[in-house]
């Protein structure tokens, strides 16, 4: 066992990334995948960061917010989910997802939104519970850091 596990996790301790393929089934007759269906895809991936993190708690999501659609996905399109821990406060932790689209004709990825997810981890009561706390090795770690704690506080203002 490292000296790191022992202090905490590192957000690459829990980061992911997901590919799912859109179907008609996942967009308006004008071929663009629905917003709600990318909002359902985000809350999953940064669910399943803060399992990764928090290990034996449940976790719920307390709030999606700052999420921009800057371009549209389409019918056909591998939409890509990349995930990452940002900050953790004692029970509540803040998920940044990047949302990618890829025509899978064309080879080209286009950044189409981003998204701040707040996580809550709870016991078996339903009450908010302690995690484990991240570890900040660089200073990419340290400024998204101090980024979620602003928007943290912002949040419960």
């Given at each position: 066992?490292?000296?790191?596990?022992?202090?905490?996790?590192?957000?690459?301790?829990?980061?992911?990334?997901?590919?799912?393929?859109?179907?008609?089934s996942?967009?308006?007759?004008?071929?663009?995948?629905?917003?709600?269906?990318?909002?359902?895809?985000?809350?999953?991936?940064?669910?399943?960061?803060?399992?990764?993190?928090a290990?034996?708690?449940?976790?719920?999501?307390?709030?999606?917010?700052?999420?921009?659609?800057?371009?549209?996905?389409?019918?056909?399109?591998?939409?890509?989910?990349?995930?990452?821990?940002n900050?953790?406060?004692?029970?509540?932790?803040?998920?940044?997802?990047?949302?990618?689209?890829?025509?899978?004709?064309?080879?080209?990825?286009?950044?189409t939104?981003?998204?701040?997810?707040?996580?809550?981890?709870?016991?078996?009561?339903?009450?908010?519970?302690?995690?484990?706390?991240?570890?900040?090795?660089?200073?990419?770690?340290?400024?998204?850091?101090?980024?979620?704690e602003?928007?943290?506080?912002?949040?419960?203002?």
């Amino acid at each position: 066992m490292s000296k790191d596990s022992l202090r905490g996790k590192h957000s690459n301790d829990s980061k992911s990334e997901t590919t799912i393929m859109m179907l008609p089934s996942d967009a308006n007759p004008k071929g663009n995948v629905f917003g709600g269906v990318i909002l359902k895809h985000i809350d999953l991936i940064a669910g399943l960061v803060a399992k990764r993190h928090a290990g034996h708690a449940n976790v719920v999501t307390a709030s999606i917010d700052r999420v921009a659609f800057l371009k549209p996905v389409f019918i056909g399109n591998a939409l890509i989910l990349s995930a990452r821990l940002n900050y953790v406060k004692r029970s509540s932790m803040e998920v940044e997802v990047i949302i990618m689209a890829d025509d899978l004709d064309s080879g080209e990825r286009t950044l189409t939104g981003t998204a701040f997810v707040t996580v809550v981890a709870l016991d078996d009561a339903g009450k908010p519970v302690k995690v484990t706390p991240l570890i900040l090795r660089t200073e990419d770690d340290r400024r998204r850091f101090l980024e979620g704690e602003s928007r943290m506080n912002a949040r419960l203002k």
